[in-house]
């Protein structure tokens, strides 16, 4: 139950290359971008670095639903704190049509691309995901071809979106959609994005909720080399999710300690090292994609605990992505403007 165990209750860019290029503004055809040249996975993983979840916002049912609607000043403050990426989790399944071809409302189409386009023009490298797709995990075999209809247009949407835009397939799989079946949805989903992006770096992970110790179950095509493998980290659980309002029975955590002793960090120490041996026999880059303790957590050990977790990754040469940017977890406080220093000093020390 180290992981996440626990079911949730609740769970430059296509404007600026067509307006750069002056044409499609002023309504003549525009020609398409000089394609870059591709980035291997491994380049790609380093570029993504150190990262924070731009979490509660776009992948609640409706944005600002969750508190969290995004701002574009939010993508100058973590470029200019030092992060060189965001993660951006997305409920597309609530902005699309339930049959055939699942199209996906060009009003949200028109949203995303204007947050990425606020990240990318600062130089972020942006992690898109399909995040909550709730129906997915409770039965893929009634979901698949949904899923697979909401690639093909996220995937043709963003053919021409620069290196610097990584896909992640799915969000913590898990319950119904269990390895075989997540290993049979990745083959097939692969594919589609394929089609209009060959060598677009895309990040897929293990199921149970992308846990490591899941990750020896993972089946991946090995003629493609663009994957970047994630894995979500938040053990102990009833430290990270003391007091989490979606994982019942949490209040009785609140007090929970992470006193940073040896045992403890062995913890993590064996967590990481599965991790790496896998990725070593496996040739894989890693990406821990989420990582972080609730709020109601004491301040000073979630610290302590993150700044071990965040040094843990990038000694095995993990890039990493704290979750999350301004909610419950957050690095960042809105309703002050000012970081939360203990946390943004542990995710990012000075040299
Ligand atoms: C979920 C969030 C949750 C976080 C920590 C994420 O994957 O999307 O809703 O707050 O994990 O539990």
């Not at 290196?163 to 390895?179: C, D, K, R, T, Y």
């Not at 004491?298 to 993150?306: F, I, K, S, V």
């Not at 690095?331 to 542990?346: F, H, K």
Request: hydrophobic letters at 45%; glycine letters at 6%; aromatic letters at 12%.
């Amino acid at each position: 139950m180290a992981f996440r165990s626990i079911p949730f209750i609740a769970m430059l860019t296509r404007f600026v290359f067509v307006c750069a290029l002056g044409a499609a503004c002023a309504g003549t055809p525009t020609p398409a971008p000089t394609p870059e040249p591709p980035v291997d996975a491994f380049t790609m993983n380093q570029r993504i670095g150190r990262a924070v979840n731009i979490g509660n916002a776009l992948e609640a049912p409706t944005e600002g639903e969750w508190g969290v609607a995004v701002k574009e000043e939010f993508f100058q403050l973590i470029k200019d704190a030092g992060f060189t990426a965001v993660r951006l989790p997305v409920r597309w399944n609530a902005h699309a049509e339930t049959s055939a071809p699942y199209t996906i409302a060009p009003d949200f189409f028109k949203r995303i691309d204007q947050v990425m386009d606020q990240a990318l023009s600062r130089g972020l490298v942006v992690v898109l995901n399909i995040h909550h797709y709730e129906e997915m995990a409770q039965d893929p075999q009634a979901n698949t071809e949904r899923f697979l209809g909401l690639w093909k247009q996220i995937a043709e949407h963003y053919q021409a979106y620069p290196n610097a835009l990584v896909f992640e397939l799915l969000n913590e799989p898990n319950s119904s959609l269990g390895a075989k079946t997540w290993n049979n949805l990745i083959a097939a989903t692969l594919p589609v994005v394929r089609a209009s992006n060959p060598t677009r770096n895309i990040v897929v992970g293990p199921g149970e909720w992308n846990n490591p110790r899941a990750l020896k179950d993972l089946s991946l095509p090995a003629d493609d080399q663009h994957l970047i493998v994630t894995f979500h980290y938040y053990a102990p659980f009833q430290f990270t999710h003391q007091g989490a309002e979606w994982v019942t029975g949490s209040d009785a955590w609140v007090g929970t300690d992470w006193a940073g002793s040896s045992a403890e960090k062995q913890s993590v120490q064996f967590d990481f090292n599965l991790v790496a041996q896998w990725a070593k026999d496996n040739a894989r880059p890693i990406f821990l994609g989420e990582f972080g303790a609730y709020s109601k957590a004491d301040l000073d050990l979630r610290a302590r605990w993150t700044a071990f977790v965040a040094r843990q990754a990038e000694k095995r040469g993990f890039s990493w992505a704290y979750w999350e940017f301004c909610a419950g977890f957050g690095v960042y406080d809105q309703g002050s403007g000012m970081w939360n220093e203990p946390l943004r000093q542990a995710l990012l020390p000075p040299p």
